[in-house]
């Protein structure tokens, strides 16, 4: 963000004003988000926030920015069912990553089994009912399914880790859905490979494990695993040549870009190109011309930003290589991105809408907008 606040102030600014950056850090302390998101909007009056990094912190701050009517674009994949006409979600959403990435275990792959392992919070554990839900309609039995949640941080994997091998003993193909967080990664690796487990043997798809988690570790037990992005660093564009050498340039030859900085990439330039449009940084007039904004990604095609707070974006799928890369393997044209899944039977009747609608929660059945509260 520092980055690009400096090029847009060298091109000029916005609306003939140089950007400010208040930058504040809640340190992982997830009740200190709402704290600092409402020092941002009270105190430091901030026109737009880009930030948060997981989903209990997303939704920290929410309350705050709904109350104070702040704006906050979100860059990680996210777990969906959820839609804040305050929040422009420009990570991931379930179909934009975790379902095409069961779907190349399905299609490509051959797996028949699947063991669903994630971090303890909310993020995991959404995406997992709705990947538990999607494989069972497609003909994956309650019995193939393997679901298990570890603390941040967890390092003692060997009991997991023969629960998942133990899931192939009949022979059928098993495969690892990984919405693991943070370090807890590199131990769940290590006890893959530990166990005499290849990627062969039982492959594993992540969804939080991207350049910057593998920047500087030995990757050994990690090459030919998967990870499913909108962007990586390996996609060929000029835009992408462009975007790594001013990275590089900005912050140092070795450090990587990842999928969350082409999030803020695409969203912040969207944010100035709605703020021109509308003359204003004024949150709702910016809102308003939000709608249907368009910017080029990094992976050749272009971003547009829907009515539903979501971005149409490509879903690639890579490989890990041993120099911490990934080797694009899978990728699709734009998907627009659902705020709703359509695999929960609740949350397929409902709709975001908040450019003709003006609603988040529509119920399609009942053609009425449910009211969310702010007791998140």
């Given amino acids: 963000m520092l980055m ?28 200190l988000f709402a704290e600092k998101a409402r020092e941002l909007l009270s105190v430091h009056d901030v026109d737009v926030i880009f930030g948060n990094w997981t989903s209990v912190s997303r939704k920290s701050v929410l309350p705050v920015i709904e109350e104070l009517n702040g704006l906050l674009f979100y860059p990680v994949q996210y777990e969906g069912e959820e839609s804040s006409k305050n929040v422009f979600y420009t990570g991931a959403a379930p179909n934009q990553q975790a379902i095409p990435a069961v779907n190349y275990f399905l ?11 994630g971090t ?5 554990r959404t ?16 019995d193939d399914i393997f679901v298990n949640y570890t603390p941040f941080g967890h390092s003692d ?22 919405t693991i967080n943070g370090d807890a990664n590199i131990g769940f690796y290590k006890e893959l490979a530990a166990a005499g487990i290849s990627v062969d043997d039982i492959p594993v798809v992540a969804f939080s494990v991207g350049e910057e988690e593998l920047s500087g570790l030995d990757t050994t037990n990690l090459v030919g695993h998967l990870a499913a992005w909108n962007y990586f660093q390996s996609a060929e564009s000029d835009a992408n040549t462009d975007f790594i050498a001013a990275w590089k340039a900005f912050a140092g030859d070795e450090r990587v870009t990842n999928d969350p ?27 308003a011309a939000m709608y249907g904004q368009e910017f080029p990604n990094l992976t050749g095609g272009t971003a547009v930003m829907l009515p539903n707070h979501h971005l149409a974006k490509p879903v690639l799928i890579g490989e890990i290589t041993a120099d911490g890369q990934f080797d694009i393997v899978s990728q699709t044209s734009e998907v627009p991105g659902d705020a709703w899944t359509d695999f929960l039977p609740a949350s397929s009747i409902l709709k975001s809408d908040w450019k003709e609608l003006g609603c988040g929660m529509y119920n399609t059945q009942t053609a009425t907008c449910v009211q969310l509260t702010s007791n998140y």
């Avoid at 690009?4 to 009740?31: F, H, R, T, Y």
């Avoid at 051959?110 to 669903?116: D, H, I, M, R, T």
């Avoid at 303890?120 to 995991?124: F, H, K, Q």
């Fill in 4 to 31: 690009l606040i400096e090029q847009q102030n060298a091109a000029g600014g916005v609306l003939g004003c140089q950007l400010e950056a208040v930058v504040v850090d809640p340190a992982s302390d997830w009740p």
């Fill in 157 to 178: 994997w060997a009991t997991i880790v023969a629960d998942v091998v133990a899931l192939g003993e009949d022979g059928k193909q098993v495969g690892v859905i990984s």
């Fill in 120 to 124: 303890d919070y909310v993020y995991p």
């Fill in 261 to 287: 900085m082409e999030a803020h990439y695409i969203g912040f330039n969207m944010w100035v190109n709605a703020a021109a449009d509308a003359g204003s940084t004024d949150v709702d007039a910016v809102r």
């Fill in 127 to 142: 995406t997992n009912n709705i990947l538990e839900q999607y494989l069972k309609d497609n003909g994956i039995a309650a």
């Fill in 107 to 117: 299609e490509e792959l051959g797996v028949e089994k699947f063991a669903l392992l």
